[in-house]
Each structure stands twice: as C-alpha cells, then as structure tokens.
C-alpha cells in the first residue's frame, strides 16, 4: 500500500484549495462557520454548486463522456478533503451522486439525455422517495402503489423522511408494481415530476431547527398521481437491483476530513471556554476524551487512504462502505457531542432564537450553532441505512456470521 502523494498530486491540491478561496464568498463562509450547512436556503446551494460545475468539478464521480472530470481516485479524495478542509457545503448528493449512476447504468438514451444535463446544470432538485411509514430497515415492505395503466402509472400512497422535498423539482421513487413472488421482485424505480397534480409535500417540524422557517424533512403524499411509462428507469419490478445499486453510492463517502476539522473545532472552543474560572482544555478528563477522539479520527483515516489504495488499482468498495458508514458516523456524533460539553450552558439559547424572538445572543458566535448541530446529527446513524443494519451486513460479509 502507497499512502503518498505524487508531486502532480500536490499542485492538484493547491489549485482546489485556490478554487475554494476564490469561490466560497463571505456570506457561505459565515453561514458555514455558524454550523449552517443542512439549512442553506436552496439558492445558496444552487451558487456554490453553480460554481463548481462552471469549473468542471460539480460530478468528481461521473464519467468523462457525461461531464466527469476524469480524475484518478487520489484526486476525488484530495477534492473531498480539501472541501472539507475549508468548510465547503457539501454538493447536495440526491440528483448527482445517487440518481445519476442509476440512470446512466440502467436508464435509456432519452432519459439520459433529459436529466443528466439539468443535473449538472442545477436546474433540476432531486429528492429521494425510498422510505415510507412502516418500511424503513425492511425497505423490500414499501407499499407506494404504481398501477400500470398502459401508457401511464397511476401512483397512490406516501414516502417519509424526505431529506429537502420543499425544493425539489422532481423525485425519484421505489414503488410497487407487483405483489406477486418474494416482495424484491415487485417494485420499480419511478421519476416522479414534483409539480404533477396530486403530490402533496408536508414539513416534518425537528428538534434542531436553528434557524426560523428552515427545514430539513417532510413526508410526501400522492394521491392518484398520474406518471408516464418514459419515467420508468429500466426493466418493470427489478427496480430492487437499481435501488441497492445507488444505495453504494450513498453510503461510499470520506469522513476523516470534516471530522477533523470538527476535532480542531473543540479544541479551540475548549482553549476559550472558561469552566470554573479555568479553560475547559485544562480539565484533564476532557483532553484525555478529546485525544482519544483524534486518535480515532487518524485511525479512520488510515483505514480511507487503505480503501482509496485498494479502489486505486481497480478493485470495488464492497462490504467496505458499510465499515466507513459506521464509523465515519459514529465518530462523527462523537465529534458534536464534544462541542456540546465545550461550550456548556451557551449552546441551550438557540431554542428561543428558533421562536424567531429578538434576543441578544449569549455567549460567543459559535455557541449557537452547536445545539442544533447536536441534535440534527442524530440522523446520521439512522438515514442511509441504520448502522445496525450496516453492522449486520458487515457481520454477514466480512465476517461470514
Ligand atoms: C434526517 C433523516 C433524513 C432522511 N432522509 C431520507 C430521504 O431523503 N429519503 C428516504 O427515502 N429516506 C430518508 N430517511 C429515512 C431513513 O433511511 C430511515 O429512517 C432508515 O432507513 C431507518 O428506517 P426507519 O426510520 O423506518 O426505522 P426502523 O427501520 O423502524 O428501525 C428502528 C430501529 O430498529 C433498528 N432495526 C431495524 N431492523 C433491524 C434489524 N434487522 N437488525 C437490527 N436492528 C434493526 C434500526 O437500526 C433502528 O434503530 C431519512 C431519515 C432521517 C432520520
């Protein structure tokens, strides 16, 4: 394993970190320097993102011939790293990252044609309609009805926990076709038009919200919702084979570099942070966890360069993804649950600034961030599959339990 850097590695990553510094402005500096990422408003999103792809960057994943950059996988690590390095918002992954592999491995010539272009240039948001009520962990028990009405579906029931529904313009959806046979081999993979006539798109209120008239879920409803048969991607009841395809691409991301910028975030709110007249970084407890902490972190990244070597020379992630998921999440709720205890009593205010009242904030800047930071990333053990199911794939997989 070669875990360095070529020189045209290293002049790589200095015209990355040159893009960032031209391109992420004051205003998406400041609102990521408040914890702000999962509640940019959509525009924010659309400029960044406007940017990268203006660059040629937006798709590190995409092939050449669809607008890919073409890098080696060293380069698509350093991209991430640096991003993360510099607190970039992250590119929103439903359309780019997850539907796109999907529609260029199993979609048409036509249905390439349409979407992958407005993909790239930020006109089309894309959500993600997998889950429902009652088939989350089990997602094979989905019920979302499509009736084959020859040249037509017609799509009844709801999908839930539908990460930035509120922007979308369109939604890719499992849906049942069949209840025929074992429950995989009924369902297909649909792209449903947000504006069709029937869809209903209802906010789901969280704990974290910090910011007034944010939002991050909802829970999305059809009724009779009429979706034409060219919305089909690929074979009728195999959308199965396409959904846990894409669900590859959701869960194959590099965390060691947020998590450590997240690392040395504590501990420069810790060197501030007075507790008992005393910096909290002084309390021997707390910089014992928090050396544990970035020894972990180091570790996990080690185990990313392992991977990038291994994908490197043409091998797949495999079982991997679910190892990196796991522990890319827990170590990231560790992360959060650190600042919390670093700043103390200052990270509560953020409740009645959330009512939209007009008080002064207490304690520094970064205080107010922290608390919904906290709380929002509760979901990162759940969504994308929880990490007990990703446990039990690994027990199954690597371990051969
Ligand atoms: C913030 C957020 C955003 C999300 N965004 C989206 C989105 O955009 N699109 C979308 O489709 N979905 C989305 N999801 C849904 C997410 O994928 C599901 O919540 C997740 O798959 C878990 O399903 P569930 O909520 O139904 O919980 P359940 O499946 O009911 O699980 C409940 C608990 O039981 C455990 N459990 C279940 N089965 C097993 C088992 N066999 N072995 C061991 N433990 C088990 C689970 O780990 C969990 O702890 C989002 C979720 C969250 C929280």
Redesign the pocket.
């Known amino acids: 394993m070669d875990l360095s850097f070529t020189a045209e590695d290293n002049t790589f990553r200095k015209e990355v970190i040159e893009f960032i510094n031209q391109n992420l402005d004051a205003d998406l500096k400041q609102k990521m320097a408040e914890n702000r990422n999962s509640y940019l408003p959509k525009e924010d999103h659309v400029r960044w993102q406007k940017s990268l792809n203006e660059k040629g960057w937006l798709v590190p994943d995409w092939p050449v011939e669809h607008g890919g950059p073409g890098w080696t996988t060293t380069q698509k690590y350093i991209f991430e790293t640096e991003m993360a390095n510099h607190n970039a918002p992250g590119v929103i992954p439903?359309g780019s990252k997850m539907c796109a592999p999907v529609i260029m491995k199993f979609g048409n010539d036509e249905q390439k044609k349409k979407f992958l272009p407005r993909m790239l240039s930020n006109e089309d948001w894309w959500?993600?309609?997998?889950?429902?009520?009652?088939?989350?962990?089990?997602?094979a028990s989905l019920q979302m009805k499509a009736e084959d009405k020859g040249d037509h579906f017609v799509c009844n029931g709801s999908?839930?926990?539908?990460?930035?529904?509120q922007y979308a313009d369109w939604i890719f959806c499992l849906v049942r076709t069949s209840n025929e046979g074992v429950r995989q081999q009924g369902i297909s993979f649909l792209l449903i038009d947000m504006k069709t006539p029937g869809i209903t798109v209802d906010p789901i209120q969280?704990l974290d919200l910090p910011v007034k008239g944010a939002q991050?879920?909802n829970q999305v409803f059809f009724d009779d919702v009429i979706v034409p048969k060219e919305n089909l991607v690929g074979e009728m009841n195999k959308g199965w084979t396409y959904a846990k395809y894409l669900l590859e691409f959701e869960r194959g991301n590099a965390y060691a570099g947020r998590l450590k910028r997240g690392a040395e975030k504590i501990r420069n709110i810790a060197t501030k942070e007075l507790d008992g007249g005393e910096p909290v970084i002084n309390d021997p407890s707390f910089r014992s966890k928090l050396a544990k902490l970035e020894v972990s972190i180091q570790a996990l990244e080690m185990t990313e360069l392992r991977i990038l070597s291994k994908l490197s020379s043409g091998q797949n992630m495999g079982p991997e993804s679910s190892l990196m998921k796991c522990r890319g999440t827990d170590l990231y709720q560790e992360v959060v649950e650190m600042a919390l205890e670093a700043v103390g009593t200052y990270s509560m205010p953020f409740i009645p600034l959330r009512a939209g009242q007009n008080e002064d904030v207490l304690g520094s800047d970064y205080s107010s961030g922290v608390a919904p930071r906290y709380f929002?990333a509760?979901?990162v053990?759940?969504?994308?599959?929880?990490?007990?199911?990703q446990?039990?794939i690994m027990a199954k997989l690597i371990l051969g339990l």
């Open positions: 439903f959500c993600q309609g997998y889950s429902e009520p009652g088939s989350g962990s089990d997602l999908k839930i926990w539908t990460t930035l529904a969280t991050e879920v929002n509760r979901k053990s759940i969504y994308g599959g929880s990490n007990e199911i446990r039990n």
